[in-house]
């Protein structure tokens, strides 16, 4: 399956993009994903975008074989409660 969310006039974000495990390795996931692409952009979508973990290599692969380029990382902050201090820090894999 795939998603699409976060529409503007220009753009859309593809996503959530999920293959069940055991129909993994098929194509499936990379099929959808390119349709949802494609029907954007011929639906008048200027580009499109999605948020991905830099750790998985397998859909990184995928989604450049797509056209998809990395542009930006985001790091998440989660801040917590408590005396053993006030906030950790994830840092976000480099992109190859």
Do not use: W
Request: hydrophobic share 35%; proline share 10%; with cysteine.
């Amino acid at each position: 399956m795939a998603g699409v969310a976060a529409r503007t006039p220009n753009s859309a974000r593809v996503g959530p993009v999920y293959t069940p495990p055991e129909h993994r390795g098929q194509g499936f996931g990379t099929a959808c994903t390119a349709a949802v692409t494609q029907a954007l952009l011929e639906g008048g979508k200027s580009f499109c975008v999605l948020y991905t973990d830099m750790a998985n290599p397998t859909s990184n692969k995928i989604y450049r074989s797509l056209g998809y380029r990395v542009v930006a990382e985001v790091v998440d902050i989660r801040f917590l409660d408590g005396p053993d201090g006030p906030a950790e820090l994830r840092n976000p894999v480099t992109p190859p």
